[in-house]
């Protein structure tokens, strides 16, 4: 004959572990968000702090600045962004701009189009092939510079906004291909073999359905791209050096403004070096804010689906 036993009473002892456990997490969970909005607000301090400061700069006397570096302006004027501009700033601006637009249409693009087919087709050394992009992300420029210089003299190319953005393009394809590749990786097969099941064709399938579903994540790429290649300025340095038959060189907005530091820090002229910067930090500034919320669901659409 068996006995039979009630666990009953016990139930309110493990409903007490339980939310014992709970609140304990929830402490632990409390100390946590402290730490980390702590940091994240010492992190925008030390960006935020700098930009500010040298926007504020660009709008101050020599005096002003010489006197006290944290006071405001007594007056607020733009000529120190007219003197920027007409010190050659502008000229800068416009290379940087047409460079580009050539990069990072190619980057995205090829960059793609590669990711694409790596993530989403079969073929004998299609890992070969991926691992020799992800290793290309782990070389450094330095080491790249001497006989880089070298090809592109060889192709004529020197001090050309065509090789500049092939350059541009060449390093930062890998990253570009290593993040899309994770992405198109997550995009639902169905569509894609409904697609070819309507008699789509496989070019067509990728500018017209796949294209369009991986759109957040062209878009966070795209960013890192235009930021990594806006600030670039070892790359220039040596490819956008003044030849013989060239009457000037077509130098990019990082080298003007080390230029407009070198004569105006004999000048004196100060605030023109601030609003320079300012103008070489608007532009990227502009498109991160305007995408940003683009850049934060193509970041985690990944790990989300």
Known sequence: MTTRTDNRPQAPLLRGDRAE?????GEEGRVLNVFSHGFLALWAFMIIFPLLWVVLGSFKTNAEIGSSAWSWPAHWSFDAFGRAWSKGIGGYFANTLIVMTMSVTGTMLLGAMAAYVLARYEFRGNRVVYYCFVAGAMFPIYLALVPLFFQVNNLHMLN????LALVYIAFSLPFTVFFLHAFFKTLPSAVHEAAFVDGCSHTRA????????????????????ILGQWNQYLLPVVLMQRQRGDSQAHQMLTQGLVNLLAVQGAAG?????????????????????????????????????
Do not use: C, E, W
């Open 269 to 305: 002229d100060y605030p023109a070096l601030f609003a320079g910067m300012t103008i070489a930090m608007l532009p990227v500034l502009a498109v991160y804010l305007s995408f940003q919320h683009q850049v934060q669901a193509g970041l985690t659409s990944g790990t989300l689906k």
């Open 160 to 163: 050309s906004y065509t090789g």
């Open 21 to 25: 456990r709970q609140q304990k997490f």
């Open 206 to 225: 990728f500018f017209q359905i796949m294209m369009p579903m991986a759109k957040p994540g062209l878009i966070s790429v795209g960013i890192f791209n």
